[in-house]
């Protein structure tokens, strides 16, 4: 069939280019914007008015701003101060940022959840904030947490593909390329969905894996 | 013979909004003692204790702990002085990530700063003295409620404490759990450490401790021996709390 082979002999090779692209994108922001998540969330509920202030500040100001306009303004608006990132670099920035920002929320709801008793035991014990934070109340509320930022990472994946506007050619962009020269957008479209899809799941499997690796006895499966 | 009290408590001051929770509340006691308080709800008795090692910061009062006064705006002396203070909850308050013996030995690691061999024998001994050495990789979830108590009374003794608060350690327990719980607390008192707990075991506190103090509303209403506050207390509020509680809890020991 006419559509199979042009599957295999074109849009195959340029998805693989371009899918090599995205991982490279996909992974540091993926496991940046986590730590930015996991400091900033921590630093709102347990850092003194003035960081809590700077850092919901934070918040404000990259859930606020459309993620394209933001990838903008690292790649074109910072060569106005003598800034120049290259296309992946600035695309990095750009997600770890934004995805930071949303995995905060997410932490703080699960640092706010875990039961006040936890803290005073720690305090009580003589731990410092700071110990009490990481060797205590973070352990237990990662675990919570993990459903919505393996959400916040799934969404990742999907929308690194705005890089290619910024000129980083990534899965997206080698099929946008591709359709626009061969006018067959409904193949190399739908190809382009069947490679999010899979990528999707196989990160989906991955989290899910780390989820039963992490339960503890009491801490929340409640399978029978 | 007078000696200098280990921990001494003066004029402690704390009020929750517009709610006065403590009014001026002083307590001294020497090493080795066992102080018990009583009272009905709402009296400030687990207020006080939790003010005694600033888990809740007093508006006013001082405490002095070996004579040295303690200054909780200075952060690392108040973490410092935290490890010398053990408090025991009554929610037990294990680290529910944690096994057992990772309970333990979490403080020694690292606020102790011990190395893992260290901690590891220690946090073993400890288990093995409230005679739980068989539960040392279960977690809270898999324990009792007077396993829970007693591997957190373990938890506490690890740090070498001068002083333990208890806020009422059996309140949470099923009845046939009491018993294994408050023979650790008697053990405890037995080899002569200083102890200020809050709770409604009268048999226990009549027989082993060596003050009672009864709270109502945030004061001291009366202080005195166990027998002279059970038997023969002088104001009638305290009068009328025991004769209600004895009859309620009987001579359990």
Known sequence: MDELTFIQSEILPAFWKGLKVSIQLIVPSALLGLGIGIAVGSLRVYGNRLVAAMTDGYVVLFRGVPLVVQLFIWYFGLPYFGVYLSPVAASIVGFSLCSGAYHSEYIRGALLSIKRGQMLAAQALGFSKLQMVVSVILPQALRRALPGCGNEIIYLIKYSSLAYMITCIELTGEAKILASHTFRYTEVFFMVGVFYLILVSIASWGLHLLEDRLTLPGFEHHRT | MPEEPILRIENIKKAFGQRDV????????????????????????????????????????????????????????????????????????????????????????????????????????????????????????????????????????????????????????????????????????????????????????????????????????????????????????????????????????
């Not at chain 2, 040295?68 to 053990?86: D, F, P, S, T």
């Not at chain 2, 408090?87 to 057992?100: E, G, R, S």
């Not at chain 2, 018993?179 to 405890?188: F, K, T």
């Open chain 2, 22 to 253: 403590l009014k001026g509340v002083p307590l001294s006691i020497s090493r080795g003692e066992l102080k018990v308080l009583i009272g009905p709800s709402g009296a400030g008795k687990s207020t006080l204790l939790q003010c005694i090692n600033f888990l809740v910061t007093p508006e006013a009062g001082e405490i002095w702990l070996e004579g040295h006064r303690i200054n909780h705006h200075r952060k690392r002396e108040l973490y410092a002085y935290r490890q010398q203070v053990g408090m025991i909850f009554q929610d037990f308050n294990l680290f529910d990530h944690l096994t057992a013996v990772d309970n333990i030995r979490i403080a020694l690691l690292r606020v102790r700063g011990m190395s893992k061999q260290e901690a590891d024998a220690r946090a073993m001994a400890e288990l093995e003295r409230v005679g739980l050495s068989g539960h040392a990789h279960h977690y809270p979830a898999q324990l009792s409620g007077g396993q829970k108590q007693r591997v957190s009374i373990a938890r506490a003794l690890a740090m070498d404490p001068k002083v333990m608060l208890l806020d009422e350690p059996t309140s949470a327990l099923d009845p046939e759990l009491i018993g294994e719980v408050l023979a650790v607390i008697r053990d405890l008192v037995a080899n002569g450490m200083t102890m200020i707990m809050a709770t409604h075991q009268i048999g226990f506190s009549r027989a082993l401790a060596d003050e009672i103090i009864f709270m109502v509303d945030g004061l001291v209403l009366e202080q005195g021996t166990p027998e002279r506050i059970f038997s023969d207390a002088v104001c009638d509020r305290a009068r009328e709390f025991c004769a209600k509680i004895t009859e309620l809890y009987g001579e359990s020991l």
